[in-house]
């Protein structure tokens, strides 16, 4: 199997949700959205077939949105952003 890379089977990349920044944040969430999909499906081989489907099915997109923004809450969370 060729499969992902150790450091892309992490939960949470870097060990920690707290960011600088709102924006750090964001990109924290998109990160272990992806992680999580690597965990989940750890064959490079299988993901990469399965790009060109639901890289241009608007409902694969959307959802795959709704996982970073469900992520984000948690970070935000973390870092207590509704204070600020």
């Excluded at 077939?49 to 795959?64: E, F, K, M, Q, T």
């Excluded at 469900?70 to 969370?77: D, K, L, P």
Aim: negative net charge; proline residues 7%; hydrophobic residues 45%.
């Amino acid at each position: 199997m060729n499969r992902v890379p150790d450091e892309g089977l992490v939960w949470v990349p870097g060990g920690t949700l707290i960011t600088a920044t709102p924006e750090e944040g964001r990109a924290l969430a998109a990160m272990m959205a992806r992680h999580s999909v690597h965990n989940i499906q750890p064959d490079l081989d299988i993901l990469v077939a399965g790009r060109p489907i639901y890289s241009a099915n608007p409902d694969s997109l959307i959802a795959a949105s709704q996982v970073i923004a469900i992520e984000f809450q948690t970070v935000a969370a973390a870092n207590n952003y509704w204070r600020g």
